[in-house]
């Protein structure tokens, strides 16, 4: 730059000048790159003026950052930064900067992810868990990572104080086993994800979208400030609030669109067009399938790999036709600007008694996939059928399958294919519908009840009666008669509105849920 080493004076940053960047980039970046850094991280050190007017530095970082590690096509280009402005997020992945450790924020981020994809910034990523500050807390950790498994990008990070606890191990073992649990789903979902990430590139449809995006003409979706469609084929709604002292349970009310849903990993069904108040303990997401939803997945792993999956499970969802083209290629080049990539779709052909679900042979650049993937394909929500039929290429094969009577789950599994072939599978029932409408309200009602903070005489009574309270709960009104030798409480006594309302929301008791807001 014109300056005497020996002066050992600064060299200006001048991200203007055309001299300066050469060099920055040429001597400050490259050999490391060479050493084997993969890409920068952008963090306003740089102030917020330069000597073009207008011109923010951080914005023209990520502009030169991302252009400049793409130089060649070897590279895919990355950057990862703070918010640089409108238009900024043609470059980085942006991070939410310095969050408290708290409820508020994490009830927060929800609503400024989904809304993000406004101003077209889709690739948005939290310190999950926090930044700084705060109480650190199991339960809002635990939630917190559970939110970033359903975010665009999936990043734990705090400040370097030794007392935030961003590692799962470093909090008891149920905390371990149900982040533990998160995150191995979170690396599931790659495939799923992967697809999602070529749909925005193309289309301009982030991951996370709002609810209006898809129902602009329902008032109700504008105010839906916690939950979010998850790539083409789920709502998820995270528990943001910590639990209630006296119920024990989470709560969360979601919105569900006009249609068909399904609990994704209970298979419970739920009619659409209403809301509802979820309840969860620490291990439960309020995650929701629409109607054939066609939902693929990588191999659950200890550890790692992000190569294209050699086997994969194909969860379905029934009650209507649907198509999912699954998106792969290299996952480090710029190759796939000149076709280097493979499509395969899974098609579901829903026929009401009947179902057809193909895998169609794969296209484009095949060899970037296995010579021959094995899948196991995952009905939910669907009766026990009366045929079954297994075609490869239009040959009859054996396939063996399971069912689950209680969760209303049909596995076939082992199913080896070449990129060429096409798998075809039907299935029918003698009834009217292959559709199982699962309904859970009685083992929910039960669940909530175990967690109640009440005295366990008032449970027993409440499980006793349970399936007249079901009917009419009214009769929790009732008191239990006076016991000369044990002094039981009443359930008048022992039940607060928050038991009661809970146990309305979960039978759906609408009006008395109504007339109980009304009361003081």
Not at 329 to 338: F, P
Not at 400 to 414: C, I
Request: hydrophobic share 35%; with cysteine.
């Amino acid at each position: 730059m014109g300056l005497d080493p020996s002066a050992k004076k600064s060299v200006e940053f001048d991200i203007t000048d055309p001299k300066f960047i050469e060099a920055y980039f040429e001597i400050l970046h490259h050999p490391l790159e060479e050493q084997g850094i993969d890409f920068w991280w952008m963090d306003w050190q740089q102030g917020t003026e330069t000597k073009v007017k207008g011109l923010d530095p951080l914005w023209f970082l990520n502009h030169l950052h991302f252009f400049d590690l793409g130089r060649t096509e070897n590279k895919r280009p990355f950057v990862f930064s703070r918010w640089g402005g409108l238009g900024n997020h043609r470059y980085p992945i942006g991070f939410s900067g310095d969050t408290i450790v708290s409820w508020e924020s994490l009830a927060f981020q929800p609503y400024f992810t989904l809304t993000a994809a406004n101003v077209g910034y889709g690739w948005w990523s939290h310190d999950i868990g926090g930044h700084m500050g705060g109480v650190e807390d199991r339960e809002l950790y635990t939630r917190w990572v559970q939110f970033g498994v359903f975010s665009p990008v999936f990043r734990l990070h705090s400040n370097k104080n030794p007392f935030h606890r961003r590692l799962p191990w470093q909090y008891d073992e149920e905390v371990f086993n149900i982040t533990r649990d998160a995150m191995q789903f979170r690396h599931m979902l790659i495939p799923y994800l992967y697809t999602m990430a070529w749909k925005y590139s193309n289309e301009g449809l982030p991951v996370v979208m709002p609810m209006y995006y898809n129902h602009p003409d329902e008032d109700i979706a504008y105010q839906c400030t916690k939950q979010y469609y998850f790539g083409s084929e789920m709502i998820v709604s995270p528990f943001v609030s910590p639990t209630d002292k006296d119920t024990g349970l989470a709560r969360q009310v979601v919105w569900l669109p006009e249609g068909d849903w399904f609990d994704f990993c209970t298979g419970e069904y739920n009619e659409g067009g209403f809301r509802r108040a979820v309840y969860g303990t620490l291990r439960d997401i309020p995650v929701f399938a629409k109607a054939g939803a066609i939902i693929p997945l990588g191999e659950r792993s200890e550890w790692g790999g992000v190569n294209n999956p050699e086997k994969m499970t194909i969860i379905i969802f029934p009650g209507r036709d649907n198509k999912f083209c699954l998106y792969e290629d290299d996952g480090s080049t710029q190759l796939y600007k000149h076709g280097h990539y493979c499509n395969t779709e899974f098609a579901l052909k829903w026929l009401g008694n009947s179902l057809v679900f193909d895998i169609n042979p794969a296209t484009g650049d095949t060899g970037l996939i296995p010579g021959q993937r094995e899948y196991d394909l995952v009905f939910k929500s669907i009766k026990k059928p009366d045929c079954i039929r297994v075609t490869i290429n239009g040959e009859e094969q054996i396939t063996s399958f399971s069912y689950n009577d209680k969760k209303s789950v049909l596995e076939l599994t082992g199913l080896k294919i070449r990129p060429e072939d096409q798998l075809s599978v039907y299935m029918s029932t003698e009834q009217n519908t292959l559709m199982e409408k699962i309904d859970l309200t009685k083992e929910k009602f039960e669940k909530a009840l175990m967690s109640f903070n009440i005295n366990t005489y008032v449970k027993r009574r409440i499980f006793r009666d349970l399936d007249e309270v079901i009917k009419n709960i009214g009769i929790l009104g009732r008191g239990f008669i006076n016991n000369k030798r044990y002094k039981i409480p009443t359930i008048d006594d022992d039940l607060k509105p928050v038991h009661v309302t809970a146990l309305c929301e979960i039978l759906k008791k609408q009006d008395i849920i109504s007339l109980l807001s009304s009361e003081k």
